[in-house]
């Protein structure tokens, strides 16, 4: 178990030296009227706006899904995972056990009362930013089991759900299309896949 | 003696196939107690039944137990056929039997892909199985046109015959899933980590196992002979020559060796089925046709289901049903899962689980 060690420095302390900073940073800006550097800013800029798309071309090309299966969709989601579909071409690598690790909650089956609890917790556990796709008819809207007393009628009651994948169950290629869709929505050119 | 532990496994959990909660008490890396937690996926069809017309329920069957939906099907349509007092015509049997055969195919190659994902780093041949399994999908979509669910079960016939050239298709992807299923035996019996991870682990003796009330491959690996396709023979299933398969040693291998020899004698059913089938008419009644007032008071059906024998129960009430109560098999092979582990190691208790091969969606309905 790691402990955290106590910092040297009291929580008072921490807030004063922080006011005390803004106010050193204020006072140096104050006299200055054009920009030390203006290469140096531009530069800085750039890289910015280099760094930011770099990271959401990392983010966009690599989503982990949480293996996480709830009922007949969770058969397809094995086969989008498995040798026919082959998910790792799209950049939607393993599945992976834990939520920490993920990036892409896919909500596959019907969600019923005594499992949203978990659900949540699961979602709650995954870091940001982090994706919900819907997958299937029972986690859209209830699907057939909309009478039922044990049903949740679609999982965007609880959660923000981005992709919302029609079917019963629907095809692993819809996925695979639903996850493109994913893409696009996180952001940037998307070079076509060949499917 | 060490202390006892509780662990916590599931309900979402890599390993539960589905979810199931399962709180284990250990003694060390003993188990000395399982509880398992089921219900996370009920969603009362029973009772949901109860407001349908017979013939909108089939598609409800099918998700009882969706790695085997079209033998549900099949279960429940020949319960309101039972009720109804309709005979099923006879090319209809014997695309049925197809149908169910190749079903039982896929689900059997299923549970080969998820009890070697489950027992270690084998993911090659779940790979392998999957890319099999996908090859009898596309065998029954031809034939019914679903890829998962078919719904191609009517009132005293099926919705869709085999389509012309079906029989050559089959019998090729049959001679390669045969080829296959020889394969994966050969590589599977050179592993040394397989047969240590199966052999002797939870261990059910036949008199155990039939006072619990297991059946299918569980019965079956524990050296019962049982099985409700020769004990209670139905359609054509008489006039097919098969075996039952019966494995003495009731453990995890007994249970895989069960369903791997299945799968070859169901190849080999399916094959004999196609080639001496009747031709003639296999079309059942519309589904939109209000059917005939039912003739029994009440009716029980029992069919060998992939996973083990189900049974339905039936009482009508005019044009829709009084109650339906189902005997959902996984429901009581899932009881083994407080008995076998015990005494094993935490790991032991993986393999057992994947070896009882449980669909919690039939388990919780």
């Known amino acids: 178990m790691i402990l955290m060690e106590e910092p040297p420095y009291s929580e008072e302390q921490f807030l004063n030296s922080k006011e005390e900073m803004d106010k050193l940073v204020a006072d140096s800006l104050k006299g200055r009227k054009e920009p030390v550097n203006a290469m140096f800013g531009k530069l800085s800029e750039i890289a910015k706006a280099l760094a ?23 058969i397809e989601l094995m086969d989008f995972g498995s040798a026919r579909i082959d998910a790792e071409r799209g950049g939607y690598l393993l599945f992976r056990g834990t939520p920490r690790q993920c990036d892409v909650m896919i909500v596959a089956g019907w969600v019923t009362k005594s499992m949203l609890p978990e659900i949540k917790r699961l979602y709650e556990q995954m870091a940001e930013p ?24 679609g999982i965007d009651q609880v959660l923000p759900v981005d992709v919302y994948v029609a079917g019963c169950p629907p095809r692993p290629e819809d996925l695979f299309g639903a996850m493109m869709k994913l893409q696009e929505k996180v952001g940037g050119k998307i070079v076509e896949n060949k499917v | 003696m060490m202390a006892e532990t509780k662990i916590n496994i599931g309900p979402v959990h890599p390993s539960t196939h589905g979810v199931l909660r399962l709180v284990v008490t250990l003694d060390g890396d003993t188990v000395t107690h399982v509880e398992p937690h089921i219900g ?12 349908r017309m017979y013939m909108q329920s089939p598609s409800y069957m099918e998700k009882l137990d ?3 939906p079209l033998c549900h099907d099949e279960l429940y349509v020949s319960t309101v056929e039972a009720l109804l007092g309709v005979t099923v015509k006879e090319r209809a049997q014997w695309v049925r039997v197809v149908q169910m055969e190749l079903q039982r195919i896929a689900s059997h190659l299923f549970f080969l892909g998820t009890v070697l994902n489950d027992i270690g780093q084998l993911f090659t041949v779940f790979m392998w199985v999957f890319k099999d399994r996908d090859l009898v999908l596309r065998l029954l979509e031809e034939g019914t046109g679903g890829r998962m669910f078919y719904v191609n079960m009517r009132v005293g016939g099926v919705n869709r015959d085999l389509p012309p050239g079906f029989a050559e298709h089959a019998c090729k992807v049959l001679d390669y899933l045969e080829h296959r299923v020889k394969e994966y035996e050969d590589y599977l019996n050179s592993s040394s980590i397989f047969m240590e991870r199966m052999k002797g682990i939870g261990v059910l003796d036949s008199r155990k196992a039939i006072n619990m009330g297991v059946t299918g491959h569980m019965l079956r690996a524990s050296g019962v002979e049982y099985d409700a396709r020769k004990a209670h023979p139905y359609y054509i299933y008489e006039k097919l020559r098969f075996r039952q398969m019966v494995e003495n040693g009731g453990d995890c291998y007994a249970r895989y060796k069960v369903r791997m020899r299945e799968i070859v004698e169901s190849i080999r059913l399916v094959r004999e089925a196609l080639h001496s089938m009747p031709d003639g008419d296999a079309l059942g009644m519309p589904i939109r046709l209000i059917g005939p007032l039912p003739k029994e008071k009440e009716v029980v059906v029992r ?42 190691r935490l790991q032991d208790l993986f393999a057992i689980m994947a070896s009882i091969d449980l669909v919690l969606a039939d388990v919780d309905r």
């Open chain 2, 66 to 68: 969706y790695v085997a």
């Open chain 1, 130 to 153: 982090r994706y919900v796709i819907a997958y299937g008819e029972c986690a859209t809207c209830g699907g057939p089991w909309w009478e039922s007393y044990n049903i949740i009628k």
């Open chain 2, 40 to 51: 996370f996926l009920h969603r009362g069809v029973e009772k949901l039944v109860e407001t």
């Open chain 2, 303 to 344: 069919r060998e289901l992939p996973r083990g024998e189900g049974m339905m129960y039936l009482i009508p009430d005019g044009q829709r049903p009084y109650r339906l109560a189902i005997r959902a098999p996984c429901f009581i092979n899932a009881y083994t899962l407080e008995h076998l582990p015990v005494g094993h």
């Open chain 1, 52 to 74: 930011s798309g770099t990271v959401t071309w990392s983010r966009r090309n690599s989503m982990w899904p949480l293996q996480f299966g709830l009922a007949c969709c969770a």
